[in-house]
């Protein structure tokens, strides 16, 4: 049973009869999945908002639909995602509500946390990032000498940095080109040396991203900015004009000694990896301006509405959530790639990746016992074409099941001449021919029939029924950006709801903070840490070596 009464997900039925369905499916052929059903093509689609969704060359049937759905009926999906969207406490480890949700609702919208409705402090925070990102934009907001702010730098890691740094890259098109954002997270000196080595810093305000702001690479590198922008301007008090926070935590934020004036909070119903339409934003609400933050916020919206109310044969964040079910558990397969082909998507892959492997990297139910199933896969991918030169051999022709994401644009963005705008036919020429290579592949006939050689025939073969989920929008707007996400963040929410897993914490990152604490003596003073592995001793012993001091 689970904590819930619930019987346990691999014994129920539900998951019996998939077990079952997958054996009698056995090898199904995508060939033989369109030649039997001339409309799959056009049937096997879903619209959201702005996004048109084709599962078409996926490896199932109505009735693993059917029987999928079930499943999620069954593991309590919908009732979960009502408790979320009512502010319940479902993060039990942390008994946290999750709400990231409320971030985007409307100003009227009520939703109570604890008998309180927190939408108008989510409005009165975004008002005052709105402010302050047009008193940047416009000069208004100035250095402490005078001078307009003309870069922004903002400091954070994990959540506090991978949204607004894709969005930020995602969203170039529509950012102010005057001005330079940049993002640092590494505690490798290095990422802020590069950062800032040809800033001026009289012209630089940095953002100090951090819901805890106890987070040490944040905070050691949030002191190196001060004494890199002291060391120039000499004066303590500059540090009110050129240092902001974004944090839940008022009292850290003033210990570091930034004015709370200068903080815009978010709460702790907000997760990390899920706040980068809170005050984690901010970066992104300078670089773009308030107005396109908002339509982003109202794309999020639109997909959290899809969710909490379509019905679960229509239901995308749902589908896409079961698919991957199907494949993790159902046909063992390990990863998940998503692959976009926009280059503004550079680095949408690697936010999902924290969105759903620190979600869904879970190995315990909900109730602390270790779980019978596989859960979250790993995430990975790089914008088309670049992987097509790289790793897309292994997926065409290696042994592995790697079901795939292609996200696509009928239009290109931004202000490109017309010889580069006409570069997206070919873009997108390469994004359909890669779906229908992975589906259908090329039998041995058909490379005979090309008058190749005998001995090649296996080498230039392709398997085929490798399952993709095209994603296709006009173009990439904020909204659209904000549909992709939230699209994303349900399906890791349905997956979680239905591995019986706590998708809202992250305990696994902190035995590897302690130990880092830990040992860091050890380098730094050559001293003795008491219960210190060989191993690591014998590391440490050689880097002190190679270091030389
Ligand atoms: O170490 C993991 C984590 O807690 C993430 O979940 C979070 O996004 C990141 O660290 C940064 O945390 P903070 O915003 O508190 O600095």
Same mark, same amino acid.
């Given at each position: ?82 408790a979320m969207f009512r502010g319940e406490r479902i ?6 509500a999750v709400l990231?949700t409320a ?8 939703i109570e946390v604890d008998?309180e409705n927190v ?62 954002? =940049? &993002?640092?997270?590494?505690? @490798? /000196?290095?990422? !802020? ?7 001026? +810093? $009289? *012209? ?65 119903w ?21 107005? =396109? &933050?908002?339509?982003?916020? @109202? /794309?999020?919206? !639109? ?7 379509? +019905? $679960? *044969? ?107 705008? $006409? ?127």
């Open positions: 049973m689970n904590a819930d009464g619930r019987t346990r997900l691999n014994q129920t039925p539900e998951w019996t009869a998939l077990a079952k369905h997958r054996e009698e499916l056995g090898e199904v052929q995508l060939r033989e999945l369109f030649a039997g059903d001339p409309g799959r093509g056009s049937g096997y689609t879903l619209r959201v908002g702005d996004l048109h969704i084709d599962y078409s060359k996926q490896l199932v049937t109505d009735e693993t639909l059917a029987l999928l759905r079930e499943l999620a009926a069954a593991t309590g999906v919908f009732g979960l995602r009502d993060n039990i480890t942390e008994d946290r990231h971030l985007r609702a409307p100003r009227d919208a009520v008998g939408v108008p402090a989510v409005h009165a925070v975004l008002d005052r990032m709105a402010d302050f990102a047009e008193r940047v934009r416009s000069g208004d907001w100035t250095g402490h000498t005078g001078r307009r702010i003309r870069n922004v730098v903002n400091i954070g890691i994990g959540g506090s940095d991978l949204g607004p740094a894709m969005a930020y890259e995602a969203l170039r098109a529509f950012t102010d080109r005057d001005l330079t954002v =940049r &993002f640092v997270s590494n505690v @490798d /000196g290095a990422d !802020l040396h590069e950062a800032v080595r040809d800033l001026d +810093p $009289a *012209e630089t305000l940095f953002i100090i991203a951090s819901k805890t702001f106890t987070t040490i690479e944040t905070i050691t590198n949030a002191t190196s900015a001060r004494t890199w922008l002291l060391d120039a301007l000499g004066d303590e008090a500059a540090v009110a004009k050129h240092f902001v926070a974004l944090s839940t935590n008022a009292e850290k934020v003033a210990g570091f000694g930034i004015d709370t004036a200068n903080m815009f909070e978010f709460w702790d907000v997760g990390g990896r899920y706040s980068y339409d809170s005050a984690i934003g901010l970066s992104l609400m300078i670089a773009i301006g308030a107005d =396109r &933050f908002r339509e982003m916020l @109202d /794309g999020f919206h !639109l997909v959290d509405e899809h969710f909490r109310t379509a +019905p $679960a *044969e229509a239901n995308a964040p749902l589908l896409l959530g079961l698919l991957g079910v199907w494949y993790g558990n159902f046909h063992d397969a390990q990863s998940h790639a998503v692959l976009p082909y926009s280059h503004y998507l550079s680095k949408f892959t690697a936010y999902l990746q924290q969105l759903d492997m620190e979600s869904n990297g879970k190995s315990v139910d909900r109730a602390g016992r270790p779980v019978e199933w596989q859960t979250g896969p790993v995430v990975w991918g790089t914008p088309g074409t670049n992987g097509q030169h790289a790793y897309y051999q292994l997926i065409h022709q290696g042994t592995k099941l790697i079901p795939a994401d292609f996200i696509g644009f009928a239009r290109p963005v931004g202000e490109l001449s017309e010889e580069l705008r $006409a570069q997206h036919d070919l873009l997108m020429a390469n994004f359909f021919a890669q779906t229908q290579a992975l589906a259908f592949g090329k039998t041995p006939d058909e490379v005979r029939a090309e008058g190749v050689a005998e001995e090649l025939v296996a080498h230039k073969t392709f398997r085929g029924n490798h399952p993709t989920t095209t994603i296709l929008a006009r173009e990439l707007t904020p909204s659209v950006l904000g549909q992709l996400i939230a699209l994303y963040e349900h399906k890791v929410f349905v997956q979680g709801a239905i591995w019986d897993i706590d998708s809202f914490d992250q305990w696994g990152v902190e035995l590897g903070k302690v130990l880092a604490k830990r040992v860091e003596p050890a380098l730094t003073e050559g001293a003795e840490v008491p219960g210190l592995d060989a191993s690591t001793k014998a590391l440490v012993a050689t880097y002190r070596e190679l270091r030389g001091r």
